[in-house]
């Protein structure tokens, strides 16, 4: 099944640095979708965003979609230590259930 | 409040038994799924459900099994025949189409 694929695997970054993770598919998508994972705990959703949106912003939060090249992009503006955790993003097809890539892990130093 | 209940938190097998990890929710949500965490792997899905009574198997089903008697409960029962259990295993549930909410997840290790 098609996986989105993060880059970098890993992160490390100064506090009030600006974060940028990248996200790659295989085939069309319906939305895609941006999870957090804190150590040792359940997913939380971030943002989603569909095949016919480019960009969306949450807080400090912007997520960009460029289907022509199947990428997207998050970034966190003005990171803090509490970001620090993992970063998923999902793809969904069409079937309704989103495939998971392997994250992206930050460190935020304080 | 409304969530997604995991329980344990942690949890042992011996060789040769069966377990069952527990996913409760209160969201309403038609749909829940079981997902497996390895370090370096991401999640990969093991069943989903989409409505009480229908299950599908997700990519690594072999060695596990589900039930969904009621639309709250999405219960994984980690059989014997499944060989490397040691994992972080999380539950979760959507409206269709919509994103998931996810539990805290069981950590199984074997004995």
């Known amino acids: 099944s098609q996986q989105g694929e993060e880059d970098p695997q890993a992160l490390s970054i100064q506090e009030g640095e600006n974060a940028t993770m990248n996200c790659s598919y295989k085939?069309?998508?319906?939305?895609l979708q941006w999870y957090r994972q804190n150590s040792g705990r359940g997913l939380v959703h971030l943002i989603l965003?569909?095949?016919?949106?480019r960009e969306k912003h949450s807080g400090r939060l912007r997520v960009t979609l460029d289907t022509s090249k199947k990428s997207s992009s998050l970034l966190i503006t003005a990171s803090r230590a509490a970001d620090t955790a993992s970063y998923f993003c999902?793809?969904?097809?069409?079937?309704?259930?989103?495939?998971f890539g392997r994250g992206t892990s930050l460190i935020v130093h304080p | 409040d409304g969530g997604i209940t995991q329980s344990p938190k942690y949890l042992f097998r011996k060789e040769g038994q069966n377990v069952t990890l527990s996913c409760e929710q209160n969201?309403?949500?038609?749909?829940m799924y079981w997902y497996r965490q390895d370090p370096g792997q991401g999640l990969r899905l093991i069943y989903y459900?989409?409505?009480?009574?229908?299950?599908q198997k997700g990519d690594i089903a072999e060695g596990y099994s589900v039930s969904r008697e009621k639309k709250e409960s999405f219960p994984l029962t980690v059989t014997s025949a499944q060989k490397n259990p040691t994992a972080f295993y999380l539950c979760?549930?959507?409206?269709?189409?919509?994103?998931?909410?996810f539990g805290d997840g069981t950590r199984l290790s074997i004995l």
């Open positions: 085939t069309s998508i319906n939305n």
């Open positions: 459900s989409q409505i009480v009574n229908d299950f």
């Open positions: 969201l309403n949500h038609d749909a």
């Open positions: 979760a549930s959507s409206i269709r189409g919509q994103p998931q909410h």
């Open positions: 999902a793809t969904d097809e069409g079937s309704y259930i989103p495939t």
């Open positions: 965003i569909r095949s016919n949106e």
